[in-house]
């Protein structure tokens, strides 16, 4: 068990750089958050379904595991929706910044979900990311817009993440994925039609846009969502978010070398970041010793 935790901690941190380079993909990709939503969650949808048909797994589950699978879908559409729309309002850094107080609102909602003791350093470590995003805010308030939708969808992919962390249990990641991007699809494609949106325009994309949402919808979506879903088998929700973390860290780095000075921020707008990332590495320090105790 504990080389599978290891593993499995070791493969989220390749995802997690992964989900940074998504943040790229939104930047490339010209088209607007909620269409650029409903492509990658088709693309993902399509690859996870011949997965499935391939391995021949089942696709029926119980009517209370279905309501959780759909909630989880329609949250997570909603997550992209608000961190694709933050880096169109703002850019990469600000919206990956901002996502990562994730952390926080984990540490308030796990114990409530789970109904356990609360520790206390998942509280410290969860202000402390927001430290580092009060001095964000503080040196880059032209980016509000920006920063609160950055916000909203880091609330929403912890409500996410502890969905993920019971549905883990007794179902396959695969399954959870599948229902999930196929819930978000249909939530979008209801709206767009609603609203006529699906005009001759809404399909005709530039190649790079192509491609770039192909990379999106395949490699960081089908397989990082899998993987991450399979590793809270290990792993719990808030080591989860309180890793995923590391995204900003990534998707910064990536972001200044292929905008440059788009994406320069004031010195202390890296100051912030480096104390979510100090943050996240006293996590797994505190969290190993734990386990060894016990």
Same mark, same amino acid.
């Given at each position: ?5 290891l593993?499995s901690y070791?493969h ?8 940074g380079?998504t ?6 990709? =010209? ?5 650029l939503?409903?492509?990658?969650m ?6 996870i379904?011949?997965f ?6 089942k696709?029926?589950v119980?009517?209370?595991?279905l309501l ?11 997550h ?17 910044a ?6 926080f ?9 789970y109904?356990r ?7 410290v ?6 430290l580092?995003?009060y001095?964000?805010?503080?040196v ?34 695969s399954?959870i994925?599948?229902?999930?991007m196929g819930?978000?699809?249909?939530l979008? =494609?209801?709206?767009l039609g ?17 491609f770039?949402l192909?990379?999106?919808?395949s490699i960081?979506?089908a397989y990082a969502?899998?993987v ?28 200044l070398l ?15 970041a480096?104390?979510?990332?100090a ?16």
């Amino acid at each position: 068990m504990p080389n599978a935790r290891l593993k499995s901690y070791l493969h989220l941190h390749f995802i997690v750089f992964i989900w940074g380079f998504t943040a790229i993909l939104g930047k490339l990709i =010209t088209i607007e958050a909620l269409p650029l939503v409903w492509y990658r969650m088709l693309i993902a949808l399509i690859i996870i379904a011949v997965f499935m048909v391939v391995k021949k797994y089942k696709i029926k589950v119980p009517p209370k595991t279905l309501l959780m699978l759909l909630i989880a879908g329609v949250v997570l559409a909603l997550h992209w929706i608000t961190f694709f729309r933050s880096i169109k309002v703002s850019n990469v850094s600000i919206a990956l910044a901002a996502v990562s107080s994730g952390p926080f609102f984990t540490a308030l909602l796990e114990p409530l979900w789970y109904t356990r003791k609360i520790i206390w350093y998942e509280i410290v470590f969860g202000f402390l990311v927001v430290l580092g995003l009060y001095i964000i805010f503080n040196v880059e308030a032209q980016y509000l817009e920006g920063i609160v939708l950055g916000a909203v969808s880091a609330l929403l992919a912890s409500i996410f993440s502890l969905i993920n962390g019971k549905l883990i249990k007794s179902e396959r990641p695969s399954l959870i994925s599948f229902y999930e991007m196929g819930t978000g699809v249909l939530l979008i =494609t209801l709206y767009l039609g609603f609203l006529n949106g699906f005009t001759p325009g809404f399909f005709q994309l530039s190649y790079n846009d192509w491609f770039f949402l192909f990379l999106l919808g395949s490699i960081c979506t089908a397989y990082a969502f899998i993987v991450s879903v399979k590793v809270m088998r290990y792993i719990s929700p808030y080591t989860v978010m309180l890793t995923t973390s590391l995204e900003p860290i990534y998707g910064i780095v990536l972001a200044l070398l292929l905008f440059g000075d788009t994406e320069r921020m004031n010195a202390l707008f890296y100051l912030g970041a480096l104390i979510i990332l100090a943050t996240v590495l006293a996590n797994g320090v505190l969290k190993n010793r734990r386990r060894i105790k016990k």
